[in-house]
T-cell receptor, first 115, second 115 residues
Framework: ETGVTQTPRHLVMGMTNKKSLKCEQH?????MYWYKQSAKKPLELMFV???????ENNSVPSRFSPECPNSSHLFLHLHTLQPEDSALYLC??????????????FGPGTRLTVL | AQSVTQPDIHITVSEGASLELRCNYS??????LFWYVQSPGQGLQLLLK??????LVQGIKGFEAEFKRSQSSFNLRKPSVHWSDAAEYFC?????????????FGGGTRVLVKP
């Protein structure tokens, strides 16, 4: 595997289900991100992990719970979601260095449908 | 706060014609600027980036972009469009701060290519 991979690619779940999205990066990067892409809305940053520590949480509802066990893996745990949470969830990674900005590499996304 | 505006939601262009996508940004310091492309069902792929130096940057797939500080713009161009360029294009502005690498995306421009 190369680059950034995400599983599953498609997920349909009911509002009472619990599921998890998985992201893995094979680039040796030290930062990972979750984005939400909804129809007709700009890409929204949800969470940022740098060196496995969460550094940004853009007021995301608690029904989304991220986990970053190591620098290569990132999870998004989902529970009691709402239909408006249906979207494409994108994972990205970058190599961050002091006082500069790394290029973010994106995975193909998980298309989530909440019934 | 940083922001990005892509004024054109849709653009239709004939194959072989030139293409220009507009991007205006708001950022308090020297920005890092990016253009990404997203094909249907795929994640985002970086086309090009501007960090400093020459204000005309070359990217992949024959794309280029010009940074104009006085106009707060970073427009993307391609001299001759191919049918495979049909996709959605996103401009993004980033900066390195206390929260690490944070990108803000524009709403995207969907490009349709006519035969």
């Amino acid at each position: 595997e190369t680059g950034v991979t995400q599983t599953p690619r498609h997920l349909v779940m009911g509002m009472t289900n619990k599921k998890s999205l998985k992201c893995e990066q094979h680039l040796g990067h030290n930062a990972m991100y979750w984005y939400k892409q909804s129809a007709k809305k700009p890409l929204e940053l949800m969470f940022v992990y740098s060196l496995e520590e969460r550094v940004e949480n853009n007021s995301v509802p608690s029904r989304f719970s991220p986990e970053c066990p190591n620098s290569s893996h990132l999870f998004l745990h989902l529970h009691t979601l709402q239909p408006e949470d249906s979207a494409l969830y994108l994972c990205a990674s970058s190599q961050e260095r002091q006082l500069t900005l790394g290029e973010q590499f994106f995975g193909p996304g998980t298309r989530l449908t909440v019934l | 706060a940083q922001s990005v505006t892509q004024p054109d939601i849709h653009i239709t262009v004939s194959e072989g014609a030139s293409l220009e996508l507009r991007c205006n940004y708001s950022y308090g310091a020297t920005p890092y600027l990016f253009w990404y492309v997203q094909s249907p069902g795929q994640g985002l792929q970086l086309l090009l980036k501007y960090f400093s130096g020459d204000t005309l940057v070359q990217g992949i797939k024959g794309f280029e972009a010009e940074f104009k500080r006085s106009q707060s713009s970073f427009n993307l161009r391609k001299p001759s469009v191919h049918w495979s360029d049909a996709a959605e294009y996103f401009c993004a502005v980033g900066g390195y701060g206390a929260a690490g690498n944070k990108l803000t995306f524009g709403g995207g421009t969907r490009v349709l290519v006519k035969p």
